[in-house]
């Protein structure tokens, strides 16, 4: 293979820019690749159009702002129309409820690796988020008097873990995240943003470690457009579709953490991905834990309720990552159901049936369709599943991006935002609670839109940018659209996804990942000699995928490369070879007379990782938890314990 | 008076015994995409309304750099496809006008290009 000539030529690939029209004596017509690109100057650009970019999107408007939405995906197709469970605030509609409970369970959920700053401003913020989304007309279930109906959900307890389960999901039946979506997009219609609908973002535009803007392809006709603005805010999603087995869309490619990686700044805790609990076993489809909130049960082959043994007071709304190693435990020891013995059953069919067809119409569905499963008189087949990204683009609770240097601490990137799942703030840490993400979304996009709006005024001058700004994407989508290797885009994807699966699943041990490593690194390589069919520029599906697959590589080699490094066990990052959480005290022993680890010696951090596009290689540095929540005396901030459900 | 008789190329013939061949300005028209002199034809409603497009075009692109060259590249190089291919015309005309609002909208700036001289590949 190292005998034939490289796919892509290596000669200087310089793209010349000009003016259109201008300039052109050196490059005759008709004998050159041009790329037309149109300039578009904002006050403020969204990357994405889902739960977050929207509510972001159209608070910048409603403040003023000239605002345009970049979204490869029709706005109401974004991932988040699939979300089913429900969103989190303490409403105390079903019974008494408090904030600062929530704040425990989810500092809690998170097992302490959860910025407590950013998780005081999402829970506090979280009754009236839930409030402004009544009043934009989202129809939540309701309960006989009227109110909103909440259900209980995994790791939700009421006064500080000692009062039993909570009830504070409130749920549009089992399509939550449907309602919210078309609720926000109708809403935002209301504003003038403009929507520029499936554009591909490629790449940020980067001066001087400040976000000017952000360059694009637009699918429709091949052109590029650089939409220049004082303010970015990304809200692009995961990157599910790393993994072979996955509930995410085909199109959660995590184009924002690559755009963030290509432009140099490090991404966070990438290697806690969630396997949420009950996919549907084969079709990977989710079945959401509102199931087990309205007393669904998970059994073994045996027949028996097994999460009494892993989770004595929980039971089966432990948090998901406790559950997900129990099925995985469960099925290692021969319990497992089925001919291969390889996944668990939920069984619902000994609730009412009513209670089903009002409560749950969604996934009685979808468990015909993907398992051909009555769920009124047969258990459904469920496996973990890859479902969320903790980990994403590091910010600060009001969803500025930022950079971190042991001397300086924590630097705001100028210019720069980020919200929703492709955010790390980091309010779900090292686990995430079901049905706070869907609360992460509508909070922080809205802090973003706020923040934008406390730093800058709408109709502010533009600081100049060079005219070549964005050649190097250009250049790559240029080398991609002529590509002529030996490998077609689909078998490297499936490579990728197969190791991934293989080496970085729900139990992961030293051995095992550093030869997905290896591998993942041989993948990478392999991108050199990828081949694309497609020589067009007008909707150009196989040019577009292999942008995304770029982009999953990045996500890929950063996720497994940070796992095998965090040698701990917390939250969704569990290995078989250390077992234990390690933290600066050991909190298992009484804390009088331990002597405090230094950071280096201890894993409550946060990883920064950062790659280098052109080899491949991984760089890890380290960041502290922050401790403090915004107001001490509102609302303590929980020191770390052992976290038992 | 023998009448005066209108070709295509020309030909005036006065009186039958004088042919003169003259350059007259017919009532036909230059269409502006292309070097060809229509005469009789006059221009369908898709070919008005393409024309119209051109037309609406030029002004909005009149005071944003680098789309008027454009504007006429694209034009003449679409002139070619036959008058039949409707299907064809009906798709660029309604993407034409997707990309007139955007040149339209105030926050569209100018029109610059990454070339690359094909010879390097």
């Known amino acids: 293979m190292s005998q034939s000539i490289p796919a892509v030529s290596q000669s200087s690939r310089k793209l010349h820019f000009s003016v259109y029209g201008k300039n052109n004596s050196k490059v005759s017509d008709g004998m050159s690749t041009q790329y037309p690109v149109v300039d578009h100057e904002f006050d403020a650009v969204v990357v994405g159009a889902g739960g977050a970019g929207l509510r972001a999107a159209f608070g910048l408007s409603e403040a003023g702002f000239n605002t345009a939405c970049v979204t490869k995906l029709f706005p109401t197709r974004s991932h988040t129309v699939a979300a089913q469970g429900g969103i989190n605030a303490a409403l105390g509609n079903m019974e008494g409820d408090d904030w600062r409970w929530h704040f425990y369970d989810t500092v809690k959920g998170s097992d302490w690796l959860g910025d407590q700053d950013a998780i005081h401003y999402m829970t506090e913020q979280a009754p009236h988020a839930v409030v402004e989304l009544e009043n934009f007309g989202m129809p939540f279930s309701r309960t006989e008097d009227g109110k909103i109906y909440q259900r209980a959900f995994g790791g939700q307890s009421l006064k500080f873990g000692k009062g039993g389960q909570a009830h504070r999901c409130c749920c549009v039946a089992d399509r939550t995240g449907h309602s919210l979506l078309h609720t926000l997009y109708g809403r935002s219609l209301r504003y003038d943003t403009s929507y520029f609908v499936e554009y591909f973002a490629l790449d940020l535009l980067m001066e001087d470690g400040e976000c000017k803007g952000v360059i694009a392809l637009c699918m429709e006709d091949g052109s590029i457009h650089r939409f220049r603005s004082k303010n970015t805010v990304i809200a692009t999603g995961g990157y599910g579709r790393t993994y072979f087995s996955c509930t995410s869309a085909h199109t959660s490619t995590g184009d924002g953490n690559a755009m963030v990686t290509r432009a140099g700044l490090p991404c966070q805790d990438l290697e806690f991905v969630q396997f949420h609990p009950t996919g549907i076993y084969g079709a990977g489809c989710l079945i959401t834990e509102g199931c087990r909130g309205e007393g669904g049960i998970l059994i073994n082959s045996e027949g028996e309720r097994f999460m009494e043994r892993y989770a004595p007071n929980a039971k089966d709304l432990a948090s998901r990552d406790v559950v997900s190693r129990s099925i995985t435990i469960e099925i290692r020891e021969g319990r497992g159901c089925g001919p291969e013995k390889d996944h668990a059953y939920l069984q619902l069919h000994h609730l009412p049936p009513q209670q089903l067809a009002t409560r749950l119409p969604g996934i009685s569905e979808t468990a015909m369709i993907f398992a051909g499963v009555d769920v009124t008189k047969e258990p459904i087949p469920v496996l973990p599943t890859v479902h969320y990204n903790m980990g994403g683009i590091p910010t600060n609770y009001r969803g500025q991006v930022i950079t971190h240097t042991t001397e300086e601490g924590d630097k705001v990137v100028p210019g720069l935002f980020a919200c929703g799942e492709a955010a790390c703030a980091s309010v779900h840490g090292a686990n995430r609670l079901g049905a706070n993400s869907l609360l992460d979304l509508v909070v922080f996009g809205r802090a973003c839109a706020h923040t934008i709006a406390d730093i800058c005024t709408p109709g502010e001058k533009l600081s100049p940018l060079k005219p070549n700004a964005g050649e190097e994407s250009v250049a790559n989508l240029d080398k991609l659209r002529f590509a002529d290797g030996n490998m077609r885009t689909s078998e490297i994807r499936v490579n990728m996804q197969k190791t991934m699966q293989n080496h970085a699943a729900v139990f992961r041990t030293g051995k095992v990942l550093k030869e997905g490593c290896d591998k993942m690194d041989a993948v990478y390589q392999t991108l050199d000699d990828i081949k694309t069919f497609d020589r067009g520029i007008v909707w150009n599906t196989d040019l577009v995928e292999t942008l995304e697959l770029q982009n999953l590589m990045l996500n890929a080699v950063q996720t497994i490369n940070s796992a095998e490094q965090r040698q701990e066990s917390r939250g969704a990052h569990s290995r078989e070879d250390f077992k234990d959480r390690m933290d600066e005290l050991d909190y298992a022993k009484p804390l009088a007379g331990q002597v405090r680890k230094p950071i280096e010696e201890h894993w409550r951090k946060h990883t920064l990782s950062t790659v280098d596009p052109k080899t491949g290689k991984v760089t890890l540095k380290y960041r502290p938890v922050i401790d403090n929540s915004l107001d001490a005396e509102d609302c303590a901030a929980i020191p770390p314990a052992i976290r038992s459900y | ?121």
């Not at chain 2, 002139?79 to 798709?91: A, F, L, R």
């Open chain 2, 1 to 121: 008076m023998k009448r005066i008789s209108l070709s295509n190329t020309g030909k005036v013939t006065i009186f039958s015994k004088l042919t003169l061949t003259v350059k007259v300005v017919f009532p036909g028209h230059l269409c502006c995409c292309c070097p060809v002199f229509h005469t009789m034809a006059r221009h369908s409603k898709l070919q008005k309304q393409v024309l119209s497009l051109f037309r609406q075009f030029l002004r909005a692109g009149q005071d944003k750099p680098g789309f008027l060259p454009r504007i006429r590249d694209e034009f003449r190089e679409n002139s070619s496809i036959k008058k039949t291919d409707v299907m064809h015309i009906e798709y660029l005309y309604r993407r034409g006008q997707r990309q007139l609002d955007q040149l339209k909208d105030v926050n569209t700036k100018q029109l610059g290009t990454f070339s690359k001289p094909k010879a390097e590949r």
